[in-house]
């Protein structure tokens, strides 16, 4: 099936783009029996490195930061708005800013569909015209459901077929209409900085794409390529390797998510919450509900949402009339958090900026009462996790009065 004509969502900057001259003429170089006098290319034979680089039909981009930047300018109007998840990544954010930001409610599982129907129908949208970027680098990060006492990680038989069954279905697998645009990354599969990754788009959206590329970062590193390119047919046959390397990857992360979920259930009260908290933890031998948190089931990241009532120093905030009471106090307590030589990431770098008089934790759609942190198990060995799981409780409990 044929994408649809999305002509229309381009952006005047993506639409005025016009094909490198150079770049153009590079199609014809590798045709059967041509004789190239036109590019500047150093000849292989002299590079002081073997080269393994294909020609893959691919569009490459120079990891998903880049790619993000590139898809936003070539989709979208300043004045127009994007939509993201009430917690979403600060760089995507601040990447948006010169556009409108739109936040829409999440749940466990993402951004609530009824949610984005709201949204839409609050702006008077019938017929919801929209475009999907899907950056997803945590994709194949994907875990069985935790169970307290359970053993997870453990490496199991592995099967292809089962692996990729056992992933959710991406956007792109539902996408009949080309609306979306795929960023996938290695970033966070092999390693860091090496600023790789590709688009899959429809065929408008991915030249418009190679335009913008070609007039600012061109290609992603050459050695970048090379090593990834290099990594990966060690690994044969085809991606195979690969998939067997993402499995296992998958299972110590799992292990990962599961040792900090078990120091949390040492260091509190930890019982199953209702109405959609997930797991509720509360203060060592007390009633005193501190904060819930559903157990990941993917990435590298667990998520804590943290209930105030009875925190007397945040009381004495909201009461003293302070602009926005939960900043200051999240503030605070993760300077305490700190000092006690536990470092957590404050949930509001994370919460949309929707405009200058939009800046409060209320204004900017949280609640009173609630703030949040989140945690990473992707780094810290299990005997430090726990250390810093039992600073953690420390700090609460006397935060708390307790």
């Not at 945590?138 to 053993?151: D, I, M, N, R, W």
Request: proline residues 5%; charged residues 20%.
């Amino acid at each position: 099936m044929d994408a649809m004509d999305f002509s229309h969502h381009l952006s005047t900057l993506s639409k005025s783009r016009s094909p490198s001259p150079l770049k153009d003429i590079m199609k014809y170089m590798f045709l059967d029996g041509m004789v190239s006098l036109a590019g500047g290319l150093p000849h292989p034979s002299l590079f002081p490195f073997a080269s393994c680089l294909q020609k893959f039909d691919v569009l490459m981009h120079s990891g998903n930061t880049d790619a993000w930047t590139k898809g936003l300018t070539s989709i979208s109007e300043a004045g127009e708005y994007i939509i993201i998840e009430r917690h979403t990544y600060p760089s995507a954010q601040a990447c948006g800013f010169p556009w409108g930001v739109k936040a829409s409610p999440i749940d466990g599982d993402g951004m609530c569909a009824d949610a984005l129907e709201n949204t839409l129908r609050d702006w008077d949208t019938t017929h919801p015209d929209l475009i999907i970027v899907e950056d997803d680098p945590y994709y194949f990060l994907q875990f069985e459901a935790y169970v307290s006492g359970q053993t997870h990680g453990n490496a199991r038989p592995y099967n292809e077929e089962a692996f990729l069954d056992s992933l959710e279905k991406t956007f792109l697998h539902f996408d009949t209409e080309g609306r979306v645009i795929r960023l996938d990354s290695f970033s966070k599969t092999l390693a860091p900085g090496n600023r790789l990754g590709w688009f899959t788009a429809n065929p408008l959206f991915a030249e418009r794409l190679l335009r913008a590329t070609e007039v600012t970062t061109q290609t992603p590193s050459g050695w970048s390529q090379v090593i990834i390119t290099q990594l990966l047919q060690s690994w044969g046959p085809g991606i195979s390797g690969y998939l067997v390397w993402l499995s296992r990857l998958r299972s110590q992360y799992e292990m990962r998510r599961t040792w900090m979920c078990e120091a949390i259930g040492r260091a509190f009260d930890v019982e199953e919450g209702k109405n959609g908290e997930g797991m509720v933890a509360y203060s060592k031998g007390t009633r005193t509900r501190i904060f819930s948190f559903i157990p990941p089931r993917a990435g590298m990241f667990l998520w804590c949402k943290l209930y105030l009532e009875g925190n007397g120093d945040y009381e004495a905030m909201k009461e003293g009339m302070h602009d926005d009471p939960e900043a200051e106090y999240e503030k605070k307590l993760w300077l305490e958090l700190a000092d006690e030589k536990v470092l957590l990431t404050p949930g509001s770098y994370y919460t949309p900026w929707e405009g200058q008089g939009l800046r409060s934790t209320s204004a900017a759609g949280g609640q009173s009462y609630e703030i949040f942190f989140r945690l990473a198990y992707s780094m810290t060995t299990r005997e430090d996790m726990e250390v810093g799981i039992q600073r953690m409780a420390k700090v609460y409990a006397r935060a708390w009065g307790l």
